[in-house]
Nanobody
Framework: QVQLVESGGGLVQAGGSLRLSCAASIMIFQVNTMGWYRQGPGKQRELGATITSGGSTNYADSVKGRFTISRDNAKNTVYLQMNSLKPEDTAVYYC????????WGQGTQVTVSS
C-alpha cells in the first residue's frame, strides 16, 4: 500500500513563500510521474506541477515561473517550492503518485492572505 504524507502548508501573506514536502512510503525511483495538485474553495481539483523519473517537469500556466517541483529519490520525497504566492493560490494541495494506479495523499492546506 502506497502512502503519501504531505507537510509544509500553512498561512502566508501574499508575496510570501512556502515549501511543501511529500514523503512516500515506497522507493520513488520506480515511479515515473509524481506531482502536486490543488483544490481551491468551490473548485475542482487541478494540476499544479508534475515531475518524471527523468526530471522532466510540467506546470499549470497559473503557477509557471513561481512554483518549482523537485524530487529526492534518496529521501523518497517530492517537493513544491512556492514563491510569490497569491490569494488565488489558496487551496488544499495534494501529492500524487502514478504507480500502476494513482495514489493521493491526504492534502495540506495553504492559505494566502491579501
Amino acid at each position: 500500500q502506497v502512502q503519501l504524507v504531505e507537510s509544509g502548508g500553512g498561512l502566508v501573506q501574499a508575496g510570501g513563500s512556502l515549501r511543501l514536502s511529500c514523503a512516500a512510503s515506497i522507493m520513488i525511483f520506480q515511479v515515473n510521474t509524481m506531482g502536486w495538485y490543488r483544490q481551491g474553495p468551490g473548485k475542482q481539483r487541478e494540476l499544479g506541477a508534475t515531475i518524471t523519473s527523468g526530471g522532466s517537469t510540467n506546470y499549470a500556466d497559473s503557477v509557471k515561473g513561481r512554483f518549482t517541483i523537485s524530487r529526492d529519490n534518496a529521501k523518497n520525497t517530492v517537493y513544491l517550492q512556492m514563491n510569490s504566492l497569491k490569494p488565488e493560490d489558496t487551496a488544499v494541495y495534494y501529492c500524487y503518485c502514478d504507480l500502476a494506479r494513482g495514489y493521493w495523499g491526504q492534502g495540506t492546506q495553504v492559505t494566502v492572505s491579501s
